[in-house]
């Protein structure tokens, strides 16, 4: 007889492959976010800098991308070249394989730590998590970063249950992680922040062993050991961010330029209110991470920290156990906590922090295994039960992204009020993507209707959004502009700044009642722009 694990595991591999399966289905259905065409431009000048021998430098002094790995935007650039579909369905195709390699990373490193049920759990709570599901296959910087530190993360765990001597599998696992972590986002070298408890943990029970030559030596033998998945590390940051090795110093520049703004300040939707983005309250991350996680996940996340909080301060468990709990509780904290504490600009949701949805599932993985095992095992009623229970948690952000469909990424729980309540207080489709069914729409309107440009122009689209988007998706019979005097039609994202036209509406998109785009009819009306006053500045 097959044990429970065995049947846990598959129903694991099922959950993904369901995934797989729906990502193969949908994937086209996405558009482009805010900086989708900016990134492909990037992706394709990294592939130049190599197909030329190193002799086209463009991309080392592209716009600010320079200043982030391009990874991701080079293999899309390579892909598309073999795909079957245009460049930005190609991009969110690879979006959802990294994205499906994160939930499989999440879900080995779970069931390494907590067996199979935490790791089917914290599987399924990432799978149908609207933030991370989303985001992995629309973000071309937070979904791959996500899915690298996870990897990371996985690494370190390894290494601090090996110390002083990781296993060879801990340090590929780690010199992967770490070398696209900060390939991806400088942000990456948190994880050494992460790292400083556990580390002093170890140190201290080597220290009440052996005496301090004793520890000095343990710590220097796993730094050692460590060293080649550090080299590995460097040279997966060189593949795919060439310019943070043209100079020994370029990592420190990025650095120093990220510890700052560095863009002209613009306003954003909080709490009912149209904030500065470098003026948003401390409560901007932990407030979005309440109202945008679903309620399962945010229960058993508490849950998991409540739990692996204590245990990591228990001195009868072992101290390496101890360790590795620290650092998944400072991999999901310590940015969140950092962000409260520094407040820096504050924009987009909180798509910056995508990265800290999957240890926040592994903690939440680890609290529904406790609760299992705490009732018996999976064999016993009351755990099925309970079990039963979880599961059905997981039916509401199921059914919301159901809904809301592709728009998933912009979703809010219902202790918001679901996107309907939402949109009053807070930033909804922030990165445009309505834009993809707009234009598709208004396409088809035109056809409908028989209508066609006058002869020798083309269409003019007044657009209050990501022209780049608009552009892409509308096709080469438009062209977009921000002045809407002499327009034929005006493309405007759902938000408070875009201006509401008393003109005939064309299209409109709209989930749960919100609208998240419009195109009016402006032809033969006189608006001088397409952004709206707004009151209630701070």
Not at 128 to 140: A, E, F, K, Q, R
Not at 356 to 380: E, F, M, R, T
Not at 382 to 403: E, F, N
């Amino acid at each position: 007889m097959r044990k429970p694990e065995h049947w846990l595991d598959l129903i694991a591999t099922a959950a993904i492959a369901a995934v797989a399966v729906i990502f193969a289905f949908t994937f086209r259905d996405y558009g482009l976010g805010w900086d989708d065409y900016t990134h492909s431009q990037y992706g394709q000048l990294l592939l130049d800098y190599y197909r030329s021998g190193f002799s086209d430098r463009r991309a080392l002094h592209f716009v600010n991308l320079f200043m982030y790995g391009g990874g991701f935007d080079m293999v899309a650039a390579v892909l598309d070249r073999i795909t079957p579909f245009d460049l930005f369905e190609t991009r969110r195709l690879l979006g959802a394989v990294v994205g499906i390699l994160g939930l499989v990373v999440l879900w080995r490193l779970a069931r390494h730590v907590g067996g199979a049920v935490a790791g089917l759990i914290a599987l399924l709570l990432l799978a149908t998590c609207p933030l991370y599901y989303g985001h992995s296959i629309i973000n071309p910087k937070d979904g791959p970063f996500a899915a690298a530190m996870v990897t990371l993360l996985f690494g370190l765990v390894l290494a601090l249950e090996g110390y002083p001597r990781p296993s060879k599998k801990a340090v590929l696992v780690f010199g992967l992680g770490l070398g696209f972590a900060i390939g991806s986002r400088i942000m990456g070298g948190l994880a050494a922040l992460c790292m400083v408890v556990p580390m002093l943990m170890l140190l201290w029970a080597d220290l009440h062993a052996g005496g301090l030559r004793h520890a000095g030596r343990q710590f220097g033998l796993f730094v050692l050991m460590l060293l080649p998945g550090i080299v590995l590390a460097y040279a997966v940051i060189a593949l795919v961010w060439p310019w943070a090795v043209q100079d020994p110093l370029n990592l420190f520049r990025a650095v120093g330029y990220f510890s700052h703004f560095f863009e002209k300040p613009w306003e954003e939707m909080y709490e009912g209110a149209v904030i500065s983005v470098p003026d948003m309250p401390r409560s901007y991350v932990p407030v979005l991470f309440a109202l945008k996680l679903p309620e399962i996940f945010l229960a058993l996340a508490g849950t998991g920290i409540a739990g692996a909080a204590i245990a990591a301060c228990r001195p009868d468990f072992p101290v390496r156990r101890r360790a590795v709990l620290t650092l998944i509780l400072f991999m999901a904290l310590l940015p969140i906590a950092a962000a409260v504490i520094t407040r820096p600009a504050m924009y987009n949701g909180i798509r910056h922090f995508v990265f800290v949805v999957p240890p926040l599932a592994l903690l939440g993985g680890l609290a529904g295994g406790w609760i299992v095992a705490a009732l018996g095992g999976v064999a016993d009623r009351k755990a099925q039960i309970a079990g039963l229970v979880m599961l059905s948690g997981l039916i509401l952000p199921v059914t919301d992204m159901v809904r809301i469909h592709p728009y998933q990424y912009a979703n809010f729980n219902r202790f918001a009020g679901g996107i309907y309540d939402a949109d009053d207080r807070f930033m909804v489709d922030y990165w445009g993507l309505a834009f993809k069914e707009a234009a598709q729409k208004l396409r088809t309107k035109l056809i409908e209707d028989l209508e066609v440009p006058v002869k020798g122009r083309r269409w003019r689209v007044a657009v209050c959004g990501p022209h780049a988007s608009a552009e892409v998706e509308l096709g080469p019979e438009f062209v977009t502009t921000w002045d809407p005097r002499g327009a034929d039609f005006a493309m405007m994202l759902g938000t408070f700044y875009c201006a509401d036209y008393d003109a005939p509406v064309l299209v409109e998109v709209e989930r749960e009642d919100v609208i998240l785009a419009r195109v009016y009819d402006i032809r033969g009306r006189a608006y001088t722009s397409v952004f709206a006053p707004h009151p209630g500045r701070q």
